[in-house]
T-cell receptor, first 114, second 114 residues
Framework: ETGVTQSPTHLIKTRGQQVTLRCSSQ?????VSWYQQALGQGPQFIFQ???????GRGNFPPRFSGLQFPNYSSELNVNALELDDSALYLC?????????????FGSGTRLTVV | AQSVTQPDIHITVSEGASLELRCNYS??????LFWYVQSPGQGLQLLLK??????LVQGIKGFEAEFKRSQSSFNLRKPSVHWSDAAEYFC????????????FGAGTRLAVHP
C-alpha cells in the first residue's frame, strides 16, 4: 500500500508567478484535500476534491485552484503568487466523502515566494 | 462556529516525565477527533483518532487521549516522555456540513529536556 506522495518537495518562485503542486493519493483513496501551513501555524483547509469535483472550499481566494484526475491524483495551482503564499502545502487523501475514517498526509511541498 | 483550540503554544518536559497536551473544540455535536504529530520539515503522522464509543483512545508510540463531552475536550497524554517525542502536536476535528472538513488547532510545540 503506497502512501501519499507530493512533488516537488521544495520550490522557490517569484511574486506574481504561477505554481503547480502535485499529489498522488494513497491507493484506494478517492478524496483529496489540500492544506496550507504557514510557519508556526496549524494547517488551514484550502479545498477538497471528490471524484474529480471540488466539493468543499476554505477561505482562500479564487487564484487557488485545483484538479483531480481519474486516477485520483491531484494538482494545486496558485496564480499571481504573493509573499504570504510562502508555506508548507500538504495534501491528504481519504476514502469516501465524509466517512471520517481518517486522512493520510503527504510530506508536503515547501513553497517560498521571493 | 467550528473550531479547535490548543491553549498551550509551547510545553517543555523532562525526559521520563508525564505529558498532557490540551485540546478543546467548539461544535454543535461531537466531531471526529484526531491527534497528529509533525517533526520539523515533515508531514503529519496520525497518533490516534476518536469516532465514538470508549472515551479513552490508545494510539501509537505510547500515546493515549481522553474524550470528555462535558468539557468539549480531547487531551493527549503520555505517561513517560522520550527525547524522540520532541515535535509539534496538532489536534484536529472533522466537522460535517455538506462535506467533511478537517480543522486543526494551532499546535503545541513540545521540547524534551534530558
Amino acid at each position: 500500500e503506497t502512501g501519499v506522495t507530493q512533488s516537488p518537495t521544495h520550490l522557490i518562485k517569484t511574486r506574481g508567478q504561477q505554481v503547480t503542486l502535485r499529489c498522488s493519493s494513497q491507493s484506494g483513496h478517492n478524496t483529496v484535500s489540500w492544506y496550507q501551513q504557514a510557519l508556526g501555524q496549524g494547517p488551514q483547509f484550502i479545498f477538497q476534491y471528490y471524484r474529480e469535483e471540488e466539493n468543499g472550499r476554505g477561505n482562500f481566494p479564487p487564484r487557488f485552484s485545483g484538479l483531480q484526475f481519474p486516477n485520483y491524483s491531484s494538482e494545486l495551482n496558485v496564480n499571481a503568487l504573493e509573499l504570504d503564499d510562502s508555506a508548507l502545502y500538504l495534501c491528504a487523501s481519504s476514502l469516501g466523502q465524509g466517512t471520517g475514517v481518517g486522512y493520510t498526509f503527504g510530506s508536503g511541498t515547501r513553497l517560498t515566494v521571493v | 462556529a467550528q473550531s479547535v483550540t490548543q491553549p498551550d503554544i509551547h510545553i517543555t518536559v523532562s525526559e521520563g516525565a508525564s505529558l498532557e497536551l490540551r485540546c478543546n473544540y467548539s461544535y454543535g455535536a461531537t466531531p471526529y477527533l484526531f491527534w497528529y504529530v509533525q517533526s520539523p520539515g515533515q508531514g503529519l503522522q496520525l497518533l490516534l483518532k476518536y469516532f465514538s464509543g470508549d472515551t479513552l483512545v490508545q494510539g501509537i508510540k505510547g500515546f493515549e487521549a481522553e474524550f470528555k463531552r462535558s468539557q468539549s475536550s480531547f487531551n493527549l497524554r503520555k505517561p513517560s516522555v522520550h527525547w524522540s517525542d520532541a515535535a509539534e502536536y496538532f489536534c484536529a476535528g472533522l466537522f460535517s456540513g455538506g462535506y467533511n472538513k478537517l480543522i486543526f488547532g494551532a499546535g503545541t510545540r513540545l521540547a524534551v529536556h534530558p
